[in-house]
């Protein structure tokens, strides 16, 4: 069988080598059970996708803005049969797609596709409302074209509006595997949803793969990673005397700050902490595998970025993760229910974060090589469990 495949990852843009992280994952890992599939992702920059996933095909993002728009009408009314509904996206394609070529790319492939993916995706969330909006529609026109539907290496909530609710729990209806990159919260959520246990399961991040295949040969700087954003609660005036007191331990040690970028995007100022670090001639890592490697040279990685953490865990480094917000403080506590207590974690309840992460850092720094095996094996069992999510992928279409 050769299915048609379509993947929705965790970012269009794909400036965030995190979301690029667990999209590699996925891709590789669908070649593996197909290996003449015909992938499909959603982006919004054709080379960029092919520097990332050589050979997949890239759809134009900008039709699934266009259709999905949240801040029009639905155009598409629920309860509609699959015929119906199939007719109605196509005459939308035709009208739409003289001037709007992207609104046709899109709609057709949604219609051929044999199984519609969410990759890596932390949209189903109140903190992301529009995207809420926009990926509930998304689910629910696969479902209801009877599309098989899988959600992989999700974070999901926290969803407390009772009407955002409702609409999330009648798209999951029709949705036939999630997997989650944690227990703490994303379970519970679920099945006050009326998600069924069978149709979801917690795997951890799907890029823990890419990560746990690299074997760090030294390691010894302090590797600092921050997101400055308007939905991560840190402030510039914050993340540089984060950094300071960083650098002060540093000093302490004897060793080095390493700044670590995970998004290059403009809205998402990581970059910050290069410039912070006194690094200016740095410049962030182009691929997953160069910032894999970077981070590999750090003992303990200090971090705002849930990814920094993801990718220092699985090679066997302890964290200390800072946050300002109840969005960030629920992923770096369920980041911390995944690998245990080197994974450490100053919530937004901290009053001096900058002290208590210095603090933190520099007896994880000491406690070196010791959390290393702990760590690994953690990965280890949750790489397993994610791979042992995608082989149900099959039978969802009858392959």
Not at 112 to 120: H, K, N, P
Not at 266 to 278: G, K, T
Not at 324 to 353: H, I, N, Q
Not at 391 to 399: D, F, M, N, S, T
Request: charged content about 25%.
């Amino acid at each position: 069988m050769k299915p048609s495949i379509l993947i929705d990852p965790g970012s269009h843009h794909l400036l965030n080598l995190g979301d690029v992280a667990m999209m590699q994952v996925c891709v590789q890992r669908l070649r593996d059970l197909w290996r003449e599939a015909r992938i499909s992702v959603l982006t919004q920059d054709p080379g960029l996708l092919e520097l990332h996933c050589p050979g997949v095909s890239a759809v134009p993002a900008a039709g699934r803005y266009a259709v999905l728009d949240a801040h029009k009408p639905r155009r598409h009314p629920a309860g509609l049969p699959p015929g119906t509904l199939r007719l109605m996206l196509r005459l939308e394609a035709l009208r739409r797609g003289r001037r709007h070529p992207e609104v046709r790319a899109y709609v057709e492939a949604l219609l051929t596709a044999d199984l519609f993916v969410m990759s890596g995706r932390g949209a189903l969330n109140e903190t992301f409302a529009d995207e809420l909006h926009a990926s509930v529609e998304e689910i629910r026109l696969a479902t209801t074209l009877r599309t098989p539907v899988a959600l992989l290496g999700q974070g999901i909530g926290p969803i407390s509006d009772a009407h955002l609710r409702k609409r999330t729990a009648k798209a999951l209806a029709g949705v036939q595997l999630i997997t989650l990159r944690e227990g703490r919260y994303g379970p519970e959520l679920l099945r006050d949803l009326g998600v069924p246990d069978a149709r979801w399961q917690v795997t951890g991040d799907d890029a823990i793969a890419l990560a746990l295949s690299h074997d760090a040969l030294t390691r010894g700087s302090i590797g600092v990673s921050a997101r400055v954003a308007a939905y991560s609660g840190v402030s510039e005036k914050e993340a540089r005397s984060l950094l300071d007191r960083l650098s002060t331990a540093a000093g302490r040690l004897g060793t080095s700050l390493t700044p670590v970028t995970i998004s290059t995007h403009p809205h998402e100022a990581d970059r910050l902490v290069i410039a912070a670090a006194r690094a200016n001639d740095d410049e962030p890592s182009a691929t997953t595998r160069a910032l894999v490697e970077l981070i590999g040279r750090c003992r303990v990685v200090a971090t705002g970025t849930y990814h920094a953490g993801v990718f220092a865990l699985a090679q066997g480094i302890p964290v200390v993760c800072f946050s300002r917000s109840a969005y960030y403080d629920e992923k770096f506590l369920g980041l911390r229910e995944m690998f245990g207590p080197w994974c450490e974690v100053v919530t937004s309840s901290e009053a001096d974060p900058g002290t208590r992460v210095a603090e933190l850092t520099e007896r994880a720094y000491r406690a070196w090589p010791e959390p290393a095996a702990e760590l690994r094996a953690a990965a280890r069992r949750q790489e397993q469990a994610s791979r042992a999510a995608y082989a149900r992928l099959p039978g969802l279409i009858g392959a």
